[in-house]
Structure formats: structure tokens, C-alpha cells
């Protein structure tokens, strides 16, 4: 069964501080990576997508990783604002078969001043 | 704005009573979703159609019926509301079928809903 596992499940830090979110995945044969931002009582926006062939990939103050040998993806946020506050979700889609993605259960970052 | 718009935003239910969530697109997508999202779950399949006139049952269908009415609308019906249905509910979309690597979802604003 594909599984999407995020660690920590939640996440206390100080504006201005950087944070690391993880991500392991089970789903295989893999097609791509997404991780999302969720703001409270709003729906999920994507921030970045990252196919097999690509390690890292920028957006702003949130730089993802994949390993993809490992099944191993991480979203590092750098320089925290009070704005960063949310759930962030990974998302992972398999090639083939089904092309219904398998989401994580999210990570709660709460940024204090 | 092009997106995706879910109607109402809050509902309250009394056990037993049925009602009709909304959802609309206007972003032309062939493929909407119906999730619900429960506190430490995560956001759950409950039915998808992946193009106009079809329909299919995800992860947690059982409670649910859907109708795609045409491109545009995918509604999500409770014919008989339970307590262990209040959650926040999402419809998205997306373009081509599926999750392809230059799509992803839109996703809607959420319906909360609360089955007393």
C-alpha cells in the first residue's frame, strides 16, 4: 500500500529561525513530489513539485529536496516569518495504474515572535 | 478569479437531514475530487470524477454520493447526515486527468460542516 509518512507532526520555532519538515514515501514506481502549504481554514496551496530526476528545488524561502533512491524528501525553511505558520503537506504521485496522488498527514509549523 | 468555489462555507446538520455541497471550476480542468480532512488524518479521498460524466469511489465513499453535473460542477451529497461525517470538506480539480508533473490540484476554500 502506498504511504506518505511526515515527521515532526508538529513544530514550535522563533521568527527568523530555520526549520526542516520531512518526508518518506512508499509509493512506487514513483512520478513526482509535491509539498503544499495549508493556512488555516483555507485550502492547500502547491509550493513546489519535484519529478525523479531533480534533488532540489527553490521557491522563495522554501527549498525542497527528494532523494528518490532513499524515498526521502525534505521542505527547509529558511529565515521563518509569523506568515509560515501552517500545515504543510507532502504529496506523492505514482506513475501508472491510478494516477490518484497519496497525501501525508501534514506538518504543523507555528512560527512564534 | 479562476479557481475553484465551494458553497456554503459552514453548515450545520442534524443527524438523519441531508444536504448538497457545491463545488465549481472555471479553469476548464477535466478531473475534480471530493476530500474530506479530519484532525491528524489528513485530507481522504471520498470520490473523484476524472472527466465529465464519469464518477469513482476513493478511499472513505460510504455516506456519499456525487453527481458530476458537467464540466464545471462536481456536487457531493449526504443523504443521511451522522455525527462521524463532521469535517471540513474540499473539492479540487486539476488538468489533464490526473497528477502529471506540470499540474497539480486547485484546491477550494473547504465547506465546514457540523452533524449534531
Known amino acids: 500500500k502506498n504511504q506518505v509518512e511526515q515527521s515532526p507532526q508538529s513544530l514550535i520555532i522563533l521568527e527568523g529561525k530555520n526549520c526542516t519538515l520531512q518526508?518518506?514515501?512508499?509509493?512506487?514506481?514513483?512520478?513526482?513530489l509535491r509539498w503544499y502549504k495549508q493556512d488555516t481554514g483555507r485550502g492547500p496551496v502547491s509550493l513546489t513539485i519535484m519529478t525523479f530526476s531533480e534533488n532540489t528545488k527553490s521557491n522563495g524561502r522554501y527549498t525542497a529536496t527528494l532523494d528518490a533512491d532513499t524515498k526521502q524528501s525534505s521542505l527547509h525553511i529558511t529565515a521563518s516569518q509569523l506568515s509560515d505558520s501552517a500545515s504543510y503537506i507532502c504529496?506523492?504521485?505514482?506513475?501508472?495504474?491510478?494516477?490518484?496522488?497519496?497525501f501525508g498527514r501534514g506538518t504543523s509549523l507555528i512560527v512564534h515572535p | 478569479n479562476a479557481g475553484v468555489t465551494q458553497t456554503p462555507k459552514f453548515q450545520v446538520l442534524k443527524t438523519g437531514q441531508s444536504m448538497t455541497l457545491q463545488c465549481a471550476q472555471d479553469m476548464n480542468h477535466n478531473s475534480m475530487y471530493w476530500y474530506r480532512q479530519d484532525p491528524g488524518m489528513g485530507l481522504r479521498l471520498i470520490y473523484y470524477s476524472a472527466s465529465e460524466g464519469t464518477t469513482d469511489k476513493g478511499e472513505v465513499p460510504n455516506g456519499y454520493n456525487v453527481s458530476r453535473l458537467n464540466k464545471r460542477e462536481f456536487s457531493l451529497r449526504l443523504e443521511s447526515a451522522a455525527p462521524s461525517q463532521t469535517s471540513v470538506y474540499f473539492c479540487?480539480?486539476?488538468?489533464?486527468?490526473?497528477?502529471?508533473?506540470?499540474?497539480?490540484?486547485?484546491f477550494g476554500s473547504g465547506t465546514r460542516l457540523t452533524v449534531v
Open positions: 504529496v506523492v504521485s505514482g506513475s501508472g495504474g491510478s494516477y490518484i496522488p497519496t
Open positions: 479540487a480539480s486539476s488538468d489533464p486527468q490526473g497528477f502529471g508533473e506540470n499540474n497539480g490540484y486547485t
Open positions: 518526508c518518506n514515501y512508499t509509493v512506487s514506481p514513483f512520478s513526482n
